[in-house]
C-alpha cells in the first residue's frame, strides 16, 4: 500500500485544472470518464478516485448526521446529542474536502487519510 503516487510531471501539469476542479466539486468525479484523453492520464484517473472516496464519505457523515438527529425528540438531552454529532460530522466532512482539495491544488499524489487506499475506480 503506497501513501503517495509519482506522475510524471507533464501529465500533473496537463491535469492539474481539472484534478482541482474534481476535488473542489466530488460529485465531479466522472469527468476523465466523459472527456476524451483524460481517461489514460493516472493522475486524473488518481484524483478522480480521490474525489469519488470523498464525496461517498461526505454522503455518509451526512447520513448519519440525519440518523443521529432522530435521537432529537429526546427532551433535554436529544437536543444536545445531536447537536455535538452534528459538529463533529461537519468537521469531519470538512476535514476530508479541505484534505482532498489541498493535495489536488498541490499537484499531490498523497491519498486522504484512513480510506484513501480504496481504488474505486480504475
Do not use: H, W
Amino acid at each position: 500500500m503506497k501513501s503517495e503516487e509519482v506522475f510524471s510531471s507533464s501529465d500533473k501539469s496537463e491535469n492539474l485544472g481539472l484534478g482541482a476542479l474534481m476535488a473542489a466539486l466530488p460529485f465531479l468525479f466522472l469527468l476523465p470518464y466523459v472527456m476524451k484523453d483524460k481517461r489514460y492520464s493516472p493522475y486524473c484517473m488518481f484524483r478522480a478516485n480521490q474525489s469519488l472516496i470523498t464525496f461517498i464519505i461526505m454522503v455518509l457523515l451526512g447520513l448519519a448526521s440525519k440518523i443521529i438527529g432522530l435521537v432529537g425528540f429526546i427532551p433535554v438531552i436529544g437536543g444536545l446529542i445531536t447537536g455535538i454529532a452534528g459538529v463533529v460530522l461537519a468537521i469531519a466532512a470538512g476535514f476530508y474536502y479541505l484534505e482532498n482539495l489541498i493535495f489536488a491544488i498541490l499537484g499531490s499524489g498523497k491519498r486522504v487519510l484512513i480510506f484513501g487506499e480504496i481504488e474505486i475506480l480504475k
